[in-house]
């Protein structure tokens, strides 16, 4: 039997690397398409265990104290445990630190500020007062700057002790957690969810349907 030439072994190897560079993209958008299915999942949980919470606080939302978050135990009336078993649920995919069950477990997503605004302009808490649940962002993933950017300085500033506001159209965002930076995930007030188009950080609302009149489809203020 007669060993390999230098040419065929290069040729070989030549073949190997075009076929792997033909199914590496397709790799990768599957493995971003796992991330995304995900994060819908986890919102949905977060979606789900808010209802149930609602409903036994005659619908008034988790308080956020300062120093605490509405997922921590540190929260007098927190989702965890009670209504969500582990701390992994609000700890995103696209959020590369190391999970934990811990008091300090890392918590991807921030809950619409405008939840907490006395009325008129705000709800306070009440989520029976929400005038479009089905259109109105309650909580999204909450980043400072751009994942997956390496240009970037990525920041996601939560955790179970320490978990701030989501900005109002997720200001300081800089591009969305999926899509090459175009979409990004959101949880509604009545709990379905639905991936959005991320418009640019520099306009409030940055990812809140502008096409319809006088406030759009999807948007962020309770009252409306």
């Not at 076929?19 to 971003?32: C, H, K, V």
């Not at 929400?130 to 259109?135: G, H, K, L, Y």
Request: glycine share 8%; net charge neutral; proline share 10%.
């Amino acid at each position: 039997m007669r060993a390999f030439t230098m040419f065929e072994v290069l040729l070989v190897i030549l073949v190997i690397a075009i076929l792997a560079s033909i199914a590496y993209p397709s790799f990768i958008t599957a493995l971003e398409r796992a991330k995304v299915v995900k994060d819908m999942n986890n919102l949905r949980q977060i979606g789900l265990a808010t209802l149930a919470y609602l409903n036994d606080n005659n619908d008034v939302i988790p308080p956020i104290p300062p120093s605490t978050t509405w997922a921590g135990t540190s929260s007098v009336a927190g989702l965890y445990p009670k209504y969500i078993s582990t701390r992994k649920i609000f700890q995103s995919p696209f959020d590369n630190r190391p999970p934990a069950e811990t008091d300090t477990a890392p918590v991807s997503y921030g809950i619409n500020a405008n939840m907490y605004l006395p009325a008129p302009g705000g709800i306070n808490r009440s989520m029976a007062s929400v005038v479009s649940p089905a259109s109105t962002i309650l909580m999204a993933p909450n980043y400072s700057n751009s994942p997956g950017d390496p240009t970037q300085i990525i920041s996601w500033p939560g955790t179970t002790a320490n978990t701030p506001n989501l900005p109002v159209g997720g200001t300081g965002e800089t591009k969305g957690t999926q899509g090459n930076g175009k979409q990004i995930n959101a949880l509604f007030c009545d709990a379905h969810i639905e991936t959005l188009t991320f418009g640019p950080s520099s306009v409030t609302g940055a990812f809140q349907d502008f096409m319809s009149n006088p406030l759009g489809q999807k948007h962020w203020d309770p009252t409306k």
